[in-house]
């Protein structure tokens, strides 16, 4: 006698995407217990029976999508509000890594969004946090620290897959020992590690590998690709990352199987562009072949992670995917999570998220410091007026990436005030320590291109001390002392009055508010900034990247100008 099954759901009429062997056929898929059984070509059964059964009309049927490398704080949203951006956009799992709430709350600041990510439809994974505090406390003043111990402890949770990226990749060269220690938390765990790799050749670069590395998400160019994966290591594409020439050499591989798509930092209004989608559709537009650029946003991401149950439309995984009519001009119509649906025509369906829980959403972390003073953001203790002053300038290389050169200039000084030309594009840039309100620095930043007012902000990546930038000291005090006053936030003011605001008052990193309210307040903040000239293609996050004491080539922390490749310390003022 023929067997006689019954599913939850049939899907029928469907041009499915098979990420295997980079085509697409037209078939027809069963779900039952959130998992694909019976995946096949051609027309259905006639004797196939279904709770539900969805005529796709043709669409294509893709798996969702997996970013493998970002951090949830940077869209400055709960977990979530996260969920009910990204899921309409197609990503249904991700890996988070939460250094930045690390930094400023430490372990239990890591525990507490972890059990804030749990029981959603978005399947949010974790990475622990493995550098923190980032660099030594001669080079910026910590906040927060998760010795080799803490860092195992939080491997013990099963939704910790990895390790994650250890920023200080010239400690690791240098042979410190908190960092090697990583090495022995892995073998013990069980924890793949996640690079940050800017800079690393030769040598340098096989001894950090050697740890137990196995991805960087920092590739500046095509000899740096080249090198990295005849090393084993897994790459990880963001956005600034993919130029044309980086592209067409991964267009002539004849292996991409170790090439992944993944966001990093992501502001609120970035989410609306589409996060992981709208880098699969850059690669596309680039170059890939579509289903080459699906495959590195699901089936290799879930590979590399170890989820063999996930990333493809085939029997047996996840049935985790979503419908479009395009996949040069890709656009979900609608989203499914284990075969049931959740957001349709760009919003999540009603009932999709649970409500919130009753934990509370306070941290312990380093208050913002101030009220601050028009005294607190001098170049020069001393008045020095009318003086013409050699100075170092931390310069922005460009409109798209994080990189910073150093320029020397002079200026003039008005009472330990800096004074600039109107067609001068240079301005103040102030970080603040929150654990040692004394510690604090001043410099000048070329190339904002911030020509009027004042910013200020409680994320400064990653320790996340006060940052402010400006032209004039009123304007910088006033969006300081106006984050201050919300428990943290994005704030740009001119002179004596704030235009813009974007409040976060959990921890200074996270805002409680719905979606469109934190998207709207992050607009506004963004129309600010660019409105007085600041032109990078991502100006909050830019700004808040200033402070970065890992990043090419130099930074200002607390303690001053630093010069990352280096490691030291440089006076504002030269000799």
């Known amino acids: 006698m023929a067997r006689q099954d019954t599913y939850e759901l049939l899907l029928v009429n469907a041009q499915i995407v098979d990420v295997f062997r980079m085509r697409t056929y037209p078939g027809w898929a069963t779900v039952q217990d959130g998992r694909f059984q019976c995946v096949e070509e051609g027309p259905h059964p006639d004797s196939l029976i279904a709770d539900?059964?969805?005529?796709?009309?043709?669409?294509?049927?893709?798996?969702?999508?997996?970013?493998?490398?970002?951090?949830?704080?940077?869209?400055?949203?709960?977990?979530?509000?996260?969920?009910?951006?990204?899921?309409?956009?197609?990503?249904?799992?991700?890996?988070?890594?939460?250094?930045?709430?690390?930094?400023?709350?430490?372990?239990?600041?890591?525990?507490?969004?972890?059990?804030?990510?749990?029981?959603?439809?978005?399947?949010?994974?974790?990475?622990?946090?493995?550098?923190?505090?980032?660099?030594?406390?001669?080079?910026?003043?910590?906040?927060a620290e998760l010795d080799s111990a803490a860092i195992e402890r939080i491997c013990s949770d099963p939704c910790v897959l990895s390790i994650g990226e250890i920023h200080d990749f010239h400690g690791v060269a240098a042979g410190e020992p908190r960092l090697l220690a990583l090495e022995g938390v892995s073998l013990r765990t069980g924890r793949k590690i996640e690079g940050h790799i800017p800079e690393l050749r030769g040598q340098d670069l096989s001894r950090y590998v050697a740890l137990g590395v196995t991805s960087d998400h920092t590739l500046f160019s095509p000899e740096q690709l080249l090198e990295e994966l005849s090393k084993g290591v897994y790459i990880m594409l963001q956005r600034k990352a993919m130029t044309q020439e980086i592209m067409t050499l991964i267009s002539e591989l004849p292996d991409r199987s170790r090439i992944l798509f993944v966001t990093d930092d992501v502001s609120p209004s970035e989410l609306r562009e589409g996060h992981l989608l709208s880098i699969v559709s850059l690669g596309i537009e680039r170059g890939l072949p579509p289903i080459e650029a699906y495959a590195?946003?699901?089936?290799?991401?879930?590979?590399?992670?170890?989820?063999?149950?996930?990333?493809?439309?085939?029997?047996?995984?996840?049935?985790?995917?979503?419908?479009?009519?395009?996949?040069?001009?890709?656009?979900?119509?609608?989203?499914?999570?284990?075969?049931?649906?959740v957001a349709q025509a760009g919003r999540v369906v009603e009932g999709a998220i649970p409500l919130m829980g009753a934990s509370p959403l306070t941290l312990t972390a380093p208050p913002i410091p101030g009220p601050l003073s028009t005294e607190d953001v001098r170049l020069m203790s001393d008045p020095l007026d009318g003086s013409q002053i050699p100075v170092r300038a931390i310069e922005l290389l460009n409109d798209a990436s994080s990189l910073t050169g150093l320029a020397e200039i002079s200026v003039d000084i008005r009472d330990g005030h800096p004074q600039f030309a109107d067609d001068e594009d240079l301005c103040v840039l102030g970080v603040f320590s929150r654990s040692a309100p004394q510690s604090r620095a001043i410099a000048i930043l070329k190339g904002f291109g911030l020509m009027k007012g004042g910013a200020a902000s409680s994320v400064a990546h990653d320790t996340h001390n006060l940052i402010v930038v400006g032209r004039d000291p009123i304007s910088m005090i006033t969006a300081a002392n106006e984050v201050q006053c919300l428990g943290g936030g994005l704030v740009f003011a001119r002179g004596d009055e704030v235009e813009s605001a974007l409040p976060l008052p959990i921890a200074g990193l996270l805002s409680d508010a719905d979606l469109e309210t934190i998207v709207a307040q992050a607009q506004h903040v963004e129309e600010s900034l660019r409105s007085v000239g600041v032109r990078h293609r991502e100006p909050l996050l830019m700004l808040t990247l200033l402070a970065l004491s890992v990043s090419p080539h130099y930074k200002v922390t607390d303690r001053g100008i630093v010069d990352v490749k280096a490691r030291k310390i440089l006076s504002p003022r030269l000799p």
Request: charged residues 20%; glycine residues 8%.
């Open 52 to 143: 539900c059964t969805i005529d796709c009309g043709g669409d294509f049927l893709l798996p969702g999508l997996i970013d493998t490398h970002m951090h949830i704080e940077s869209s400055h949203m709960l977990p979530r509000t996260f969920a009910e951006a990204v899921l309409p956009q197609g990503t249904t799992g991700l890996l988070a890594d939460p250094h930045e709430i690390a930094n400023l709350a430490g372990e239990p600041g890591v525990r507490w969004l972890i059990d804030a990510s749990r029981n959603l439809p978005l399947s949010i994974f974790f990475a622990a946090p493995s550098v923190v505090p980032i660099v030594s406390p001669e080079l910026e003043t910590p906040n």
């Open 296 to 341: 590195s946003a699901t089936l290799r991401p879930a590979t590399y992670l170890g989820m063999h149950r996930r990333g493809a439309i085939a029997p047996g995984r996840r049935a985790d995917f979503w419908r479009t009519r395009n996949l040069e001009a890709p656009k979900p119509t609608s989203v499914y999570v284990e075969g049931r649906l």
